[in-house]
């Protein structure tokens, strides 16, 4: 009878002992769901900085084709205005009128096709003069910036120079404007964001001794590049452009083959008038690359087309935004496909 009882005990305490184990616990003391984890939204790409960078032009160049394609005007009347559309968009007459014979050659298409074909059109001008940035056989890499005052010059150069830091290359910088008020401070800030030195003289020094001496410094301390700063020349001052040409010459005494690059910069706001500059500056200082700067929605961004059919001058690299890295290679296919609007 007790070994009964016994195993209905065990049984009893068994059963129990099942129930507490089962026993889902009280909402309060349940975890709280988890939170799906936020993720944060891609950095924008070029294309997409492009994209926005030239929305006016693009805007206007839509619009313009609207009107070219609409109503019943004579062929010959869509294609004068089409050519109008794209001289107002900064391409350039001499650009304008190629492109709409290349179009013409074409054959008729709907608008659609003609869309197509003239953002390739533009793509191919932009593509044949894709340059990387020139390289030196053994350091130090001199690269000669110039341009107009207020083009971004001197904030190009600062950005230069971190993109290098960042690729791992020691950079030197010459505060060659000695003509600018605080310009000289200005790439002294620069280089401390930049963390590289900065090689200066006092205001109203010899541009071109400047560059000697950061050039000899370079050579002293095994440094892998240096940018060189200039003043910033109207185009038009025969004497400053002497002193430019003069820099050159003094560079290419200290490190023979320099300058391995002398790079433009220019104000994407300025249309024609860049094109004006690119010619002036080629001229007396063979540039060998431009950098645009200040795309900022202006509709202006049609004279890189203008510069690279009329110059063969490539763009190198382009400044679209503030920071420090918002310095980026040209991209010919997102450049294009930003310029032109889409088909439709």
Known sequence: MEWILLGLLAVAAFWVVARIATRRPPPSVLAPPSEPEEVEPAAPGPADRFFSALKRTREALGSSFAAVFGGAASDQERWERLE??????????RTSLALVQELKSGGDASPVELTRRLREL???????????????????LVILVVGVNGSGKTTTIGKLAARYRRAGRSVLLAAGDTFRAGAIDQLKVWGERAEVPVIAHQEGADPAAVCHDALQAAKARGIDVVICDTAGRLQAHATLMDELAKIKRVIARAVPGAPHEVLLVLDGTMGQNALSQARVFTEVAGVTGIVLTKLDGTA????????????ELPVKLVGLGEKVDDLRDFDPRAFADALVPEPG
């Open 84 to 93: 109008e559309a794209l001289v107002r968009a900064d391409v350039g007459a």
């Open 122 to 140: 533009v793509y191919r001008r932009l593509s044949a003069r894709a340059v990387e940035l020139a390289v030196s056989p053994q350091p130090p």
């Open 300 to 311: 202006k961004g049609g004279v890189v087309v203008a510069i690279a059919s009329d110059l």
